[in-house]
Antibody, heavy 120, light 107 residues
């Protein structure tokens, strides 16, 4: 069974940093693209970042470019999101998601999410 | 970037109703479209991929259609478990854009 478990969320001041982690199990982690998707309170879903199987390709939504970094450790079956220069508008539940195993960047598997609150 | 527009934003319906949600893309995305269902406090659940392919385990009352720029999600007979918010998502590029969501409420 595919399992994705996020951690690392919490309250941080504007301008601060936070690192999210996602522990993956139940599949061969190194074989799949992975993603972060977020959802601000009461709002819709927003894709944040994708990373290729070997970490050689990374893509970001414009609003986080230069501030967020997606990375992975295939030996530890883990996905990360380093978030710097955080803003109030980054407040959201952050989901780790596994890309499909067919040709398409959609997400059949999601974690339960971790809440990031940016506030003074 | 490709923009996705869903309509309506809110839909009131009764159990047994046929429900249709529309999603429009700002440019052609072929059939690279997925639909998700989300309930409060839960992660999204994949329903449909490649515009019309039903994800394993999803009831057959859900169906998707369309290509290019216009797509629909249809629930043939609304069940109590279907009251939720539905999102479309394009994956024509590495940037996966979502629609703003359609909330299906009890009438």
């Amino acid at each position: 069974e595919v399992q994705l478990v996020e951690s690392g969320g919490g309250l941080v001041q504007p301008g601060g940093s936070l690192r999210l982690s996602c522990a993956a199990s139940g599949f061969t982690f190194s074989s799949y693209w992975m993603s972060w998707v977020r959802q601000a309170p009461g709002k819709g879903l927003e894709w944040v970042a994708n990373i290729k199987q070997d970490g050689s390709e990374k893509y970001y939504v414009d609003s986080v470019k230069g501030r967020f970094t997606i990375s992975r450790d295939n030996a530890k079956n883990s996905l990360y999101l380093q978030m710097n220069s955080l803003r109030a508008e980054d407040t959201a539940v952050y989901y780790c998601a596994r890309v499909s195993d067919s040709s398409g960047y959609y997400w059949p598997y999601w974690g339960q999410g971790t809440l990031v609150t940016v506030s003074s | 970037d490709i923009q996705m527009t869903q309509s309506p934003s809110t839909l009131s319906a009764s159990v047994g109703d046929r429900v249709t949600i529309t999603c429009r893309a700002s440019q052609s995305i072929s059939s690279w479209l997925a639909w998700y269902q989300q309930k409060p406090g839960k992660a999204p659940k994949l329903l449909i991929y490649k515009a019309s392919s039903l994800e394993s385990g999803v009831p057959s009352r859900f169906s998707g259609s369309g290509s290019g720029t216009e797509f629909t999600l249809t629930i043939s007979s609304l069940q109590p478990d279907d009251f939720a918010t539905y999102y479309c998502q394009q994956y024509n590029s590495y940037h996966g854009t979502f629609g703003q969501g359609t909330k299906v409420e009890i009438k």
